[in-house]
């Protein structure tokens, strides 16, 4: 999505921005998880408003940018965090791979902002360089 396509400064409402990425369940379905783009990151930056469907899991990865998600509704379970619900906000490092992410029991929806450039790696093909949340982590 071209991030003109947002009005500017204009209320828009969450539910009328078009679904950009939809995840495939096993069956072949779509599934209830989505994602929205607010700020396309061919911009160098990202601002996405996610659904993860219950039970639905993420593949562990990583940004290379400090990252702030703002939890609207349900729970969010991270590997080798905590559970994550509404109200909440979770700031994850940029260079920090973090284990599966896995909708809650209701699912959940949240804003993903992206503090400086976009990209998304994997940790097994693009090493993170400040870690992953699967090995023992230096004491401060």
């Not at 939809?22 to 408003?49: I, N, Q």
């Not at 593949?59 to 559970?83: C, K, N, Q």
Request: net charge negative; aromatic share 12%.
């Amino acid at each position: 999505m071209n991030p003109s396509a947002i009005p500017i400064r204009t209320p828009t409402r969450l539910a009328d921005l078009p679904i950009a990425v939809r995840a495939e369940s096993p069956d072949g379905t779509l599934s209830e998880t989505w994602r929205k783009t607010l700020v396309d990151e061919s911009t160098d930056h990202a601002v996405f408003y996610v659904q993860f469907a219950p039970g639905e899991q993420g593949e562990p990865h990583w940004h290379p940018s400090d990252t702030l998600y703002v939890f609207e509704r349900g729970s969010l379970i991270v590997e080798g965090e905590a559970t994550y619900r509404a109200g909440e906000i979770r700031f994850v490092n940029g260079g920090f791979a973090y284990g599966a992410e896995v909708g809650g029991p209701e699912g959940c929806t949240f804003i993903f902002i992206s503090l400086g450039p976009y990209g998304r790696f994997d940790p097994d093909v693009d090493p993170a360089p400040a870690g992953r949340w699967d090995e023992p982590q230096p004491t401060p």
